[in-house]
């Protein structure tokens, strides 16, 4: 199975087991903000969530590689992309 695939499970196939344990992800995105913006002062949205994740992953990526946080990557980019989609 490819990394393309692999995300894809992750993000499509998982989804209602992980709402289960962890709540919706793009609720969790929003309510991530939330607690930025009430922490720092400063205003942070969903979709900025969603790209700090994307960066964290991207940067552990630059130290190491590992199939891990590339398949997170895609993962938090195809649920970025669904969460716009869904404004």
Known sequence: MNILEKANK???ERAEEKER???PFIEGMKRAASIYSGMTG???TADDMYKALIALKLSRQSYNHKEDN???AIAY????NDFLNSK
Do not use: F, M, R, W
Request: net charge negative; no cysteine.
């Open 42 to 44: 400063k205003e942070a």
């Open 10 to 12: 992750i993000v499509y």
């Open 70 to 72: 590339l398949l997170d």
């Open 77 to 80: 980019l195809a649920s970025l």
């Open 21 to 23: 344990q962890y709540g």
